[in-house]
């Protein structure tokens, strides 16, 4: 089932105004009554389901970005800006530009824009005898402050790895520093959430 919503005001990553919207972030869950199924696919904007640039059918790492426990096939590769990328920075990152404050739209909406959101989702909903939600979350990151690289900065990255995290404990800050710098060296890696979100997700005694 196809499904379409709008996005009022306002990846691979994709520019919104000064800000980096991570569609592969935007994730759409089907939830059923006490199991979350959620083999949902992200149109439009494009939803990379951990592919970034593999020549095969199926996505090459399913823990690239985020934990992606679907149909191998679905996604979308990241775009390049000539024959073949090379690097991020040749990378071909959609953008999505927002009205003036004074434009007015044919409904008479003023400043308002409309970001349409597609997707399919493998599983089917109904009103009557399987409910489900659509959650939708994402994250943006004010590219004027991550120009240079660091272990905070959201990115594609151009190889299909899973960001480096060494699990491991500590006892003081210097340790940590350590760890995270140590951790944070492979910036041709993607990365959505940074290290420090590991390490909290690593320690958190539900997850244990």
Not at 67 to 86: F, L, T
Not at 132 to 160: A, I, P, S, W
Request: charged share 20%; glycine share 8%.
């Amino acid at each position: 089932r196809r499904g379409t919503s709008n996005l009022r005001n306002n990846y691979h990553f994709r520019k919104m105004s000064n800000c980096l919207l991570l569609a592969t972030t935007l994730v759409l869950a089907g939830l059923l009554v006490g199991l979350s199924d959620a083999d949902t696919f992200l149109h439009s904007p494009r939803g990379s389901n951990n592919r970034l640039n593999g020549a095969g059918a199926n996505r090459g790492n399913n823990n690239r970005m985020f934990d992606s426990q679907n149909n191998a096939k679905g996604g979308y590769n990241v775009g390049d800006k000539n024959q073949k990328s090379s690097s991020e920075e040749t990378q071909f990152n959609m953008h999505y530009f927002q009205s003036g404050k004074g434009y007015a739209s044919t409904s008479g909406l003023k400043g308002k824009s409309l970001l349409t959101i597609e997707w399919t989702n493998q599983h089917g909903c109904s009103d009557r005898d399987l409910n489900c939600n659509f959650v939708l979350q994402y994250r943006c990151q004010d590219d004027t402050k991550h120009q240079k690289l660091n272990h905070h900065t959201m990115r594609n990255g151009r190889q299909t790895n899973t960001p480096q995290f060494t699990k491991t404990t500590y006892t003081t800050r210097a340790r940590k520093d350590y760890y995270l710098n140590y951790d944070s060296t492979s910036y041709y890696r993607g990365l959505h959430e940074s290290w420090e979100w590991y390490d909290k997700c690593f320690k958190r005694n539900r997850n244990q």
